[in-house]
């Protein structure tokens, strides 16, 4: 079945660049998402990219997407300590129901 | 800005009692999914809606576990019987186009 995997903490300083990381297993996954979760809240649609597109870049995040790896990439510019929180890599066919990672959880040093 | 409603925010219920959950989605959207979310990892769907239809309920425990959405507009979750393990963020979303919009949660507590 499908599987969405990611690493489980990054921690970065303030101002620094961050790049989180997800690996995919199914090829015919169309839409790659990222979402943003902060503590005790729902999730937060950051940004999405369809599987035809090596790269979206918007305001301070950058998308890349390796499709031959099955491997997407979330960097995060600048990062501040409003940054910090669990950044979730998901995948679906056609914007259908969504397969979650298991998130990674980002800490942000002022 | 349009959002997707939850309520209530928090439930504590004893196991074995019967407990409800109530989604509003964004306004238009036909899509409405219903995901629950075990502390910490990630959501996963339990039932899917295409307007008053049932779309995908493959992963939803239909022995203590179900959901409508009779006008095809706000949905219902419920549990009955409430288990130990159904302690999670019940989690709602909409979809526009190829875009998921989700609410704040339900966090449940079965004590």
């Known amino acids: 079945g499908e599987d969405v995997e990611q690493s489980l903490f990054l921690s970065v300083r303030e101002g620094d660049s961050s790049v989180i990381n997800c690996t995919y297993t199914?090829?015919?996954?169309?839409?790659l998402y990222w979402y943003k979760q902060e503590p005790g809240a729902g999730l937060q649609l950051l940004t999405y990219?369809?599987?035809?597109?090596d790269m979206k870049q918007d305001q301070r995040l950058t998308v890349l997407l390796n499709k031959k790896d099955k491997h997407l990439s979330l960097r995060i510019a600048d990062t501040q300590t409003g940054d910090s929180a669990i950044y979730f890599c998901a995948e679906s066919k056609a914007g259908n129901m969504l397969t979650f990672g298991g998130g990674t959880r980002l800490m942000v040093k002022p | 800005e349009a959002e997707v409603a939850q309520s209530p925010r928090y439930k504590i219920t004893e196991k074995s009692q019967a407990v409800a959950f109530w989604c509003d989605p964004i306004?238009?959207?036909?899509?409405l999914y219903w995901y629950r979310q075990i502390l910490g990892q990630g959501p996963e769907l339990l039932v899917q809606f295409q307007d008053e239809s049932v779309v995908d309920d493959s992963q939803l425990p239909k022995d203590r576990f179900s959901a409508e959405r009779l006008k095809g507009v706000d949905s219902t979750l419920k549990i009955q019987p409430a288990e130990l393990g159904d302690s999670a963020m019940y989690l709602c979303a909409s979809r526009s186009s190829y875009e998921q919009y989700f609410g704040p949660g339900t966090r449940l507590t079965v004590t």
């Open positions: 199914d090829s015919s996954s169309t839409y």
């Open positions: 990219i369809f599987s035809n597109m």
């Open positions: 306004s238009g959207h036909a899509t």
